[in-house]
């Protein structure tokens, strides 16, 4: 009996809550201004959740830039992320390309470096090739060097997809691509054989080392050492290594293999590299054997 009443009680407590929680839900789905400050003003919670969602949600959803701004007035949260999932409220609005939605929310204080999965939000700017998205995200602070949980930057997922505007912004607007030390006085002393073994588990699956061997995923590497870049017929390199003169040296190698994505983005290598020296070093001087005559140490 006590249980029954307790929860009648909580009924009638929760019951103005609920009808104004869902006034101002069916509100802010259809964009509908003055309903939305009428549940408001009515005492409903700017960030109350249907169970799933909160209204600035559902008017960015809807697409309802007036909605969402007085949402947004009243206080609502714009970093809060009721779907997992989907991320924060700034990623419905990426998805949408809706910039002037894109800018309200940053405006407002928007995490521009917010994260959904293995990414971040400028990558998602990039991957759906919206500039005006990427340049508002970048004015409002975010890191044009963050990776992806699997080491894409977005220069490189810029490049790998073509486009030339977005990478030309970037790499105006605070790209760094790192450059290892120069490693050539230290091929002498290599372990040639670790570099074969550290071939065979790492590289081998896509390389052939073989003079006979063809291509695999990428070309075969006998002779790459002092060998045009990009210059195996059969393979189709990306733009990135075809625009790369010259042939292959040592520092080149290093530079490259240091980590594909980050000193030469938009390579179809899309691996992590070999960013431990003393590997990356066994590892050239292992490439430089793969020839029927090496080309002399330095
Ligand atoms: C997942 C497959 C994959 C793995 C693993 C891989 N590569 Fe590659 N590699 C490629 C592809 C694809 C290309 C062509 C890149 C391009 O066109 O941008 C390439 C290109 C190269 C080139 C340039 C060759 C030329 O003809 O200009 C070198 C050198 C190279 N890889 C070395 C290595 C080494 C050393 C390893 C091991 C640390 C390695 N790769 C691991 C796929 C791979």
């Known amino acids: 009996m006590r249980d029954v009443l307790l929860?009648?009680?909580?009924?009638?407590?929760?019951?103005?809550?609920?009808?104004?929680?869902?006034?101002?839900h069916d509100a802010a789905t259809k964009g509908d201004v003055a309903a939305i400050t009428a549940a408001l003003d009515a005492g409903a919670a700017v960030d109350q959740s249907d169970g799933r969602?909160?209204?600035l949600y559902l008017a960015v959803k809807g697409g309802h830039f007036a909605a969402a701004k007085l949402l947004?007035?009243?206080?609502?949260?714009v970093n809060a992320a009721p779907e997992p999932l989907l991320g924060p409220v700034l990623m419905l609005a990426l998805a949408k390309?809706?910039?002037?939605?894109?800018?309200?929310?940053?405006?407002?204080?928007?995490?521009?470096?917010?994260?959904?999965?293995?990414?971040?939000?400028?990558h998602i700017a990039v991957r759906s090739a919206c500039l005006d998205c990427v340049k508002a995200l970048v004015e409002a602070g975010a890191d044009v060097n963050a990776k992806t949980k699997d080491g894409k930057t977005p220069l490189h997922l810029a490049k790998f997809k073509g486009q030339r505007e977005v990478a030309d912004y970037l790499m105006s607007h605070g790209v760094v691509l790192p450059t290892p030390a120069p490693i050539s006085m230290k091929l002498a002393s290599a372990d040639v054989e670790k570099g074969r073994t550290y071939f065979t588990h790492v590289c081998h699956g896509c390389h052939n080392a073989e003079a006979q061997g063809g291509?695999?995923?990428?070309?075969?590497?006998?002779?790459?050492?002092?060998?045009?870049?990009?210059?195996?017929?059969?393979?189709?390199?990306?733009?990135?290594?075809?625009g790369w003169e010259g042939v292959w040296t040592y520092e080149d190698l290093n530079r490259y293999l240091f980590g594909p994505m980050l000193t030469t983005p938009g390579v179809k290598m899309e691996t992590p590299g070999v960013p431990d020296e003393t590997e990356r070093v066994n590892l050239i001087?292992?490439?430089?054997?793969?020839?029927?005559?090496?080309?002399?140490?330095?």
């Not at 390309?97 to 400028?122: S, T, W």
């Open 215 to 242: 291509t695999k995923t990428g070309p075969n590497l006998w002779g790459v050492v002092g060998r045009d870049k990009a210059s195996m017929a059969n393979m189709r390199y990306s733009d990135t290594l075809l």
């Open 285 to 298: 001087a292992y490439l430089r054997t793969l020839s029927d005559k090496p080309i002399p140490l330095p």
């Open 7 to 24: 929860f009648i009680l909580v009924v009638l407590l929760h019951f103005p809550n609920v009808s104004h929680a869902s006034a101002i």
């Open 53 to 55: 969602t909160t209204p």
């Open 72 to 77: 947004i007035e009243r206080g609502a949260d």
């Open 97 to 122: 390309r809706r910039i002037d939605l894109i800018k309200l929310l940053l405006d407002a204080g928007a995490n521009p470096n917010a994260q959904r999965g293995r990414e971040a939000v400028l």
